[in-house]
Nanobody
Framework: QVQLVESGGGLVQAGGSLRLSCAAS????????MGWFRQAPGKEREFVAR????????YYADSTRGRFTISRDNAKNTVYLQMNSLKPEDTAVYYC?????????????????WGQGTQVTVSS
């Protein structure tokens, strides 16, 4: 079992930045590929970014590539999402997730453990 707790959300103006953190506890953190997802009201949960166990491999959604950066610190059991050049359409609840299955997970179904989410609101 892995427990995940997100933090760092908030209200920011368009063009601003936020850094989300996700602290993990339980099993060995470095065993899990990690991902960030987001869900806006009335919409399905969508993939944002993923990082490999070692931290060397990353993958982004088209909508976030070039603006967001995912990273991890296995010594601190934490994964981060640096969000720059934020847009109103980035407004959503952001979730971190851990996968015990595929090496390169992308869909929500490929992740087994989820945090409670943190709200990000970008004003225009």
């Amino acid at each position: 079992q892995v427990q995940l707790v997100e933090s760092g959300g908030g209200l920011v103006q368009a063009g601003g930045s936020l850094r989300l953190s996700c602290a993990a506890s339980g099993r060995t953190f470095s065993n899990y590929p990690m991902g960030w997802f987001r869900q806006a009201p009335g919409k399905e949960r969508e993939f944002v970014a993923r990082i490999a166990r070692s931290g060397r491999g990353t993958y982004y959604a088209d909508s976030t590539r070039g603006r967001f950066t995912i990273s991890r610190d296995n010594a601190k059991n934490t994964v981060y999402l640096q969000m720059n050049s934020l847009k109103p359409e980035d407004t959503a609840v952001y979730y971190c997730a851990a996968s015990s299955g595929p090496i390169y997970p992308v869909t929500p179904g490929e992740f087994d453990y989820w945090g409670q989410g943190t709200q990000v609101t970008v004003s225009s």
